[in-house]
């Protein structure tokens, strides 16, 4: 789960189970691995922020040559609407409505009631990955699923690509960039500002991260400032932690039953 999500399983889960493992431990155990996979990236990304500052910053490449453009699909093809399904049993609903306040989802979907089953772990990641994802801050809120995104297609998780890559979309109004990035890769991304956060938010996914000092320094000459910089590590920490519960602990179909 910590080196690569893809590698956990129903099989994997399965194996827990039959060690007497119960759904809480289990969830538990996810829990501690995904959070230590968000907080190596978060301090790694906010040391090199610090270290930028008494650094150089080297010249920045142009980027390559366009590609010859392709056809795509339309972002609902691409994007389509997914169903998560749990490999362990969901916890009961609470008797706490949805959305209730800052730390309650606002919906108790079946990968919340997954995580339910550690209830203090669940408030206390809700508050921040809202406030990471859709709080005030320097990074504009499509900026911020567009790294979203482009960590979650490196990760492996369809889930939650599928799901930021609408919401890139329906917040930037850009029927093109998160299209071309998950049909074609980073090189589809011709414009320097988003190919900055895509590549970096790529160095972030991987393990162990490869995130380095000129990293920061490409996203300073894309137009970021130390603020939006920081608001990008966050969110590609963050989906190192969500891609891994997501990955591990259920699969993802859409109607025609495809799994991830």
Known sequence: MAMDPADAGAAEIALLRSHGFTAAQIVAAAQVVAYTSYRVRLLLGMSLIAAAQHTPRPPIPPLAQPPEPRPLPQPAERFPVLTWHPWVEAAAPPAKEAGADAKTPAKWSPFYLTLLHDPAVLEERTALYNAIMTGTGS??????????????????????????????????????????????????????????????????????????????????????????????????????????????????????????
């Not at 567009?146 to 599928?162: F, K, M, P």
């Not at 414009?191 to 790529?202: F, G, K, N, S």
């Not at 920081?230 to 859409?254: H, K, P």
Request: glycine share 6%; proline share 2%; aromatic share 2%.
């Open 139 to 260: 990074l504009g809120r499509a900026d911020r699923e567009l790294a979203a995104l482009a960590t979650s297609l490196v990760t492996g998780c369809e889930y939650c690509a599928s799901v930021h890559g609408r919401r890139q979309v329906q917040l930037s109004k850009d029927q093109v960039t998160a299209v071309a990035l998950a049909e074609h890769g980073a090189g589809s991304v011709t414009d320097l500002r988003q190919r900055a956060i895509v590549d970096v938010a790529a160095h972030a996914a991987v393990t162990p991260p490869a995130l380095t000092v000129d990293d920061i320094h490409r996203l300073h000459a894309a137009g970021l400032d130390d603020d939006a910089v920081r608001d990008m590590i966050a969110v590609a920490a963050m989906f190192a932690w969500a891609n891994r519960l997501m990955m591990t602990l259920g699969s993802a179909d859409a109607t025609t039953g495809r799994n991830r």
